[in-house]
């Protein structure tokens, strides 16, 4: 369509510019519509997510209401069979015959005689057979007895023989383990001696190795100083020969003296730091090489003495373990302070529990006690009122039946009956799960007054 108008001549430039900046507008619009919606969308994902809520809440509160009118229907069941189960009883202990009665106080005493007779009898022979029991049982024991310390003196014996053999061979190997311990610090002295010359071997190495590479690394600053002032000499001696050349050839107006002073002052400057950081670098070069070669050396005089080394492992490993211990009982301690701290929570806990269900009992009853005096109140208002309306109902027939004899005396006219109130008794509703009382009062139209 656009190429259409250009063909033609009516699309040009300034309209181009003109539809595109409208374009622009309608997406940033488009964008702001969008970037709403959503700040929309999230107000109603977060109106959705409470009214979820409030519904579960009351699904909740609901199912626990049904649950309470059935536990209290079962209450009422229960309390119900109980009643009847009294009133069961109570009929059987009416219905007890006076025969048994008579015939229980005849031979009662004769019962009781031959039942105390029967029970000394029967307490004679137990005590007879316990005794027979016992006797029995005191042979067997001390048959046992005997015969454990005839078999325990015999095993005394042949331990003491075997201890006396065991003695004698542990006083020969104690003999040779008293030798063997001299033997061990005989060679303790020993290996101590060759580790302290050995010791001193080493420092003495050590001491002649650092004066050798001092003096070797002294001597290559020098050949390297004196390297470089050759070359540099040499340079000299070069740029002198090239100005004489110069000045031979004849005078150009400039002085080369001049000239070359800056670079001469520069190139020994560079020439310098070139020298320090090569004989730095061949400085450190020589002390790692020496000191590997001094670590060598030690390794292999510890390689030679392992029984030093072996007593330093062994003392380390001591106080790691001791240190593992102290670590462990700070760790045991403190865990017990923090369940000495959590068991007095949890009693005190359950000391706010048990309060908080006491003072909830009390509370509860006190309202039982309430409820059952209102309604107690309830019934004696409901009587009064019952009474009340009746002798309202008298009073207003009394009065309508003067009124229509006073009307029939003046008027001449016919009495009329005077019509019936009827009263109806107020219903009264009860719910348990609410505690709470409905009265509903019914009454028709008084009539003429």
Known sequence: MYKQFDQIGLWSPRKKAMTSESLTIRHRTVERTVQGAHVSLNKVMAVTTMKEQHDHEKNELTRLNTRFVGYISRVKQI?????????????????????????????????QQTRKTIDQTSFNKAQAELGAKRAQFNILNYKCLCDDVQHWSNEDKAKLAILETSLSSNQIESEQFHR??????????????????????????????????????????EIQTLQEQIQFLTVIHEQEMNELRILLLGHTGINPTKFYINELQNAIVEIRKDFGKLSRLQQQELENYYQLKRTELVEQIQRKVPVRTGHIDYKESIVTVRQTIIQTKKEKNSLQNEYEINLAKMNDLQFKY????????????????????????????????????????????????????????????PIKPPPIIPIIKPEIEYSESESQYVTKFQRSAKGIV
């Open 79 to 111: 309390e119900t069979e109980n009643k009847q189960l009294e009133l069961k009883l109570d009929n059987l202990r009416k219905h007890w015959g006076l025969d048994s009665i008579r015939l229980k106080l005849e031979f009662e005493q004769t019962l």
């Open 354 to 413: 048990d309060t908080l269900k006491r003072e909830n009992s009390i509370i509860i009853g006190q309202r039982d006690y309430e409820i059952v005096e209102l309604r107690n109140k309830i019934m004696h208002l409901t009587s009064s009122y019952d009474r009340i309306i009746s002798n309202k109902t008298i009073l207003e027939f009394e009065i309508s039946t003067y009124r229509n004899l006073l009307s029939a005396q003046e008027g001449r006219m």
């Open 180 to 221: 063997l311990i001299n033997k061990l610090r005989n060679d303790v002295d020993k290996y101590r001696s060759d580790m302290k010359y050995l010791l001193e071997e080493i420092n003495r190495l050590a001491s002649e190795l650092d004066t050798e590479i001092k003096g070797r690394i002294t001597i290559d600053g």
